[in-house]
């Protein structure tokens, strides 16, 4: 296994004098909907609740979906909730340089896969569906590519553990994941800049929804190929509007500006309060306290948003 040294060797000295942190990361392509709010509820308790550091990173290497105003609303709602955190956001773009010495420490291959190519591939019987199924490990036939870049991938594979607070052990496949986007305007991608930052801003403990459960054995295969110590985890149940799918515009209300048309900051702090099972507190300050992991619901939260 190769490991990275240069890249380990500084922030590992910053890591041991650091408090560990927690973190709430989100993407600026919109305004944070009540389930997102609800994610940096609960990362921010866990993190108060248990002394940590909280910092806020913005995760903008989707350069083309991302703005820096989207951004700076998403940290203004969050700040109305009572929400604060530990020193200055950080932005996923000022730190690229990051993210190409992380690369050269890993085992990666590139790949030349079109979408058709990676839907139409023959799988491995237990290669889940949004895997990478492998075409490109080893490929020789070099297809043209024009003025297109490959995109360069994880050599994953096999399996990998981690320990989480509601799922509790958990082992699931390593995806050959994008670490470099490929294409006309490359780019970074999510697994890597997570996974590096998360590292090198000593967070020790993720909070974030269910729909990353699946990618977490990979990042934690990454974080292990970058000689780190994996945080331990907490993934919270998703919001459902009432259809029982995943929350959308179509739900209707469900962003802050929106919902303090019907509800009071107050009332809304409380009833994300109480989606995450803890009665009878009405800012986020009074709930460090009251709240525990083992007390958030495990099934989703059925959220009827005001039409
Ligand atoms: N930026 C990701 C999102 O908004 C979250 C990443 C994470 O918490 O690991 O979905
Ligand atoms: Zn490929």
């Given at each position: 296994m190769r490991v990275a040294r240069e890249f380990l060797s500084a922030p590992a000295t910053v890591r041991a004098m650091t408090q560990p942190a927690g973190r709430y990361a989100p993407s600026p392509s919109g305004d944070l909907h009540i389930g997102n709010l609800r994610t940096a509820l609960a990362a921010w308790l866990d993190a108060r609740a248990s002394g940590r550091r909280f910092l806020v990173r913005i995760e903008d290497v989707d350069e083309q979906r991302s703005s820096r105003e989207v951004a700076a609303r998403q940290l203004e709602h969050l700040a109305a909730l009572g929400i604060d955190w530990d020193g200055e956001p950080v932005y996923q773009q000022d730190r690229y340089g990051l993210y190409e010495q992380a690369l050269t420490q890993l085992d990666t291959f590139p790949c030349y896969c079109t979408r058709r190519d990676i839907r139409e591939a023959a799988r491995a019987p237990h290669t889940p569906?949004?895997?990478?199924?492998?075409?490109?490990?080893?490929?020789?036939?070099?297809?043209?590519?024009?003025?297109?870049?490959?995109?360069?991938?994880?050599?994953?594979?096999?399996?990998?553990?981690?320990?989480?607070?509601?799922?509790?052990?958990?082992?699931?496949?390593?995806?050959?994941?994008?670490?470099?986007?490929?294409?006309?305007?490359?780019?970074?991608?999510?697994?890597?800049?997570?996974?590096?930052?998360?590292?090198?801003?000593?967070?020790?403990?993720?909070?974030?929804?269910?729909?990353?459960?699946?990618?977490?054995?990979?990042?934690?295969a990454i974080i292990t190929a970058l000689g780190a110590t994996p945080p331990t985890y907490l993934h919270?149940?998703?919001?459902?509007?009432?259809?029982?799918?995943?929350?959308?515009?179509?739900?209707?209300?469900?962003?802050?500006?929106?919902?303090?048309?019907?509800?009071?900051?107050?009332?809304?702090?409380?009833?994300?309060?109480?989606?995450?099972?803890?009665?009878?507190?009405?800012?986020?300050?009074?709930?460090?306290?009251?709240?525990?992991?083992?007390?958030?619901?495990?099934?989703?939260?059925?959220?009827?948003?005001?039409?």
């Open positions: 569906p949004s895997f990478y199924p492998g075409t490109c490990i080893g490929r020789t036939d070099i297809p043209e590519m024009g003025d297109r870049a490959p995109a360069i991938r994880f050599h994953g594979g096999g399996e990998m553990t981690l320990v989480d607070d509601r799922h509790g052990t958990v082992t699931g496949p390593v995806d050959h994941c994008v670490l470099r986007r490929g294409g006309r305007e490359p780019g970074w991608a999510y697994n890597l800049a997570c996974v590096v930052d998360d590292i090198e801003q000593g967070v020790d403990r993720v909070v974030r929804g269910d729909d990353l459960l699946a990618s977490a054995p990979t990042q934690v919270v149940p998703l919001v459902v509007g009432e259809d029982g799918e995943r929350l959308a515009k179509r739900n209707g209300a469900t962003t802050l500006p929106e919902l303090t048309r019907h509800w009071s900051i107050r009332e809304i702090v409380a009833m994300l309060g109480r989606s995450l099972g803890i009665e009878g507190a009405n800012t986020a300050r009074e709930m460090v306290a009251r709240y525990s992991p083992q007390a958030i619901p495990a099934e989703p939260w059925e959220f009827s948003a005001p039409q």
